[in-house]
């Protein structure tokens, strides 16, 4: 009886070693499991005859990979897996696209859990705080984000509407490359998607337009794709070739080969660098005294850097470069108006009735 709880519980490691994913060689499982090479073999045929697809590879030592099959097997999950699953479910649940899904495959997980396993995922509580003034999205669906992964991974063209928060069909391209809703029907979108990124708590679709011939990031809420999709294409190098520089890249107004901001700036505030750190977003503070500091800063524009920089009530000294300096002289002029009662006209505009 002995021998055959101590067979199951080295079944269960070899399970738990071969669901990882990745190929293993026999020497490699037997060292990890304290046994021999022909125990390892041994104990793989015993995991085929219950049913789980272990596929062997030639090589000096012999591999291992476990297979999806017709069937899915009982899944195997140690006491830290467990726990993460859990934890990752319970966060998944507070999102507004796969929420329901997540809390659902939650109380799943849960049921199978052993006793001691159901206490722990018990007392952890997660609650989904959103960032002030955030708008909220309209729920995906899972079928749009499956729909959207399948087309991806397929290659093909996709053709769409693009339309606002209610429901319009309509879509504009930002100065940052990013498609927002105009408000007026217009035709479907032809697009080669490449990637479904998330920022911020809403999904995004990476795609190079076909019409703009130009990359754009479509909010996934307001997309509804319309069928048959197009044909299969080839992908396109995105501008840096990584996503995620890209993506941040192009919510900063680069053209997404670069994640710095396009205007970047140097001043010295009178303020101490404890008061100015907190606020300073993704921007460098240098202590330079007890109540002066130094800080770099990047922004989309010079004249938004400057009004962010004066987000501090604090005496400014601009270091550089000029263009900074010049935003904030056009400020000045444009507050000095305004405490005046003018307009302040800016060169080449027209002042209002």
Same mark, same amino acid.
């Given at each position: 009886?002995?021998?055959? =709880?101590?067979?199951?519980?080295?079944?269960?490691?070899?399970?738990?070693?071969? &669901?990882?994913?990745?190929?293993?060689?026999?020497?490699?499982?037997?060292?990890?499991?304290?046994?021999?090479?022909?125990?390892? @073999?041994?104990?793989?045929?015993?995991?085929?005859?219950?049913?789980?697809?272990?596929?062997?590879?030639?090589?000096?030592?012999?591999?291992? @990979?476990?297979?999806?099959?017709?069937?899915?097997?009982?899944?195997?999950?140690?006491?830290? =897996? +467990?726990?993460?699953?859990?934890?990752?479910?319970?966060?998944?649940?507070?999102?507004?696209?796969?929420?329901?899904?997540?809390?659902?495959?939650?109380?799943?997980?849960?049921?199978?859990?052993?006793?001691?396993?159901? @206490?722990? #995922?018990?007392?952890?509580?997660?609650?989904?705080?959103? /960032?002030?003034?955030?708008?909220?999205?309209?729920?995906?669906?899972? &079928? #749009?984000?499956?729909?959207?992964?399948?087309?991806?991974?397929?290659?093909?063209?996709?053709?769409?509407?693009?339309?606002?928060?209610?429901?319009?069909?309509?879509?504009?391209?930002?100065? +940052?490359?990013?498609?927002?809703?105009?408000?007026?029907?217009?035709?479907?979108?032809?697009? &080669?998607?490449?990637?479904?990124?998330?920022?911020?708590?809403?999904?995004?679709?990476?795609?190079?337009?076909?019409?703009?011939?130009?990359?754009?990031?479509?909010?996934?809420?307001?997309?509804? /794709?319309?069928? /048959?999709?197009?044909?299969?294409?080839?992908?396109?190098?995105?501008?840096?070739?990584?996503?995620?520089?890209?993506?941040?890249?192009?919510?900063?107004?680069?053209?997404?080969?670069?994640?710095?901001?396009?205007?970047?700036?140097?001043?010295?505030?009178?303020? /101490?660098?404890?008061?100015?750190?907190?606020?300073?977003?993704?921007?460098?503070?240098?202590?330079?005294?007890?109540?002066?500091?130094?800080?770099?800063?990047?922004?989309?524009?010079?004249?938004?850097?400057?009004?962010?920089?004066?987000?501090?009530?604090?005496?400014? =000294?601009?270091?550089?470069?000029?263009?900074?300096?010049?935003?904030?002289?056009?400020?000045? +002029?444009?507050?000095?108006? +305004?405490?005046?009662?003018?307009?302040?006209?800016?060169?080449?505009?027209?002042?209002?009735?």
């Amino acid at each position: 009886m002995r021998s055959m =709880q101590k067979t199951s519980a080295r079944l269960l490691a070899l399970l738990s070693l071969l &669901q990882t994913h990745r190929d293993w060689s026999g020497d490699d499982l037997a060292g990890r499991l304290g046994i021999t090479p022909r125990t390892v @073999r041994r104990d793989i045929d015993r995991l085929r005859e219950l049913g789980y697809p272990v596929r062997a590879t030639k090589g000096p030592s012999g591999g291992y @990979r476990l297979d999806a099959g017709a069937h899915l097997p009982p899944l195997l999950f140690d006491d830290g =897996q +467990a726990v993460a699953l859990a934890l990752a479910l319970r966060s998944a649940a507070t999102d507004e696209t796969i929420g329901e899904d997540a809390a659902r495959a939650l109380v799943a997980v849960r049921q199978v859990m052993p006793s001691r396993l159901r @206490r722990r #995922i018990d007392t952890l509580r997660v609650t989904a705080v959103r /960032p002030p003034g955030a708008g909220s999205a309209s729920p995906v669906g899972t &079928q #749009i984000l499956a729909e959207l992964g399948r087309v991806i991974h397929a290659r093909e063209e996709l053709r769409f509407d693009y339309g606002d928060d209610d429901g319009g069909a309509a879509g504009v391209s930002g100065a +940052a490359g990013v498609s927002r809703a105009a408000g007026a029907v217009g035709r479907p979108r032809r697009v &080669q998607p490449h990637h479904l990124v998330t920022w911020r708590g809403r999904w995004y679709l990476v795609a190079w337009d076909l019409d703009r011939d130009d990359w754009r990031t479509f909010r996934a809420d307001r997309i509804r /794709p319309r069928t /048959p999709t197009g044909p299969r294409f080839t992908p396109r190098e995105l501008p840096g070739e990584d996503v995620a520089a890209f993506v941040a890249g192009r919510f900063r107004g680069t053209d997404g080969s670069t994640t710095d901001w396009p205007c970047r700036g140097e001043v010295v505030l009178g303020l /101490p660098a404890e008061a100015v750190a907190p606020f300073a977003r993704d921007g460098i503070v240098e202590e330079l005294g007890p109540d002066r500091c130094r800080l770099t800063l990047g922004s989309w524009s010079w004249t938004g850097l400057a009004t962010t920089i004066g987000h501090f009530d604090a005496d400014i =000294q601009v270091i550089g470069p000029p263009e900074l300096t010049g935003a904030f002289a056009e400020l000045a +002029a444009r507050y000095a108006a +305004a405490a005046a009662g003018r307009i302040q006209v800016s060169p080449g505009s027209t002042p209002a009735p």
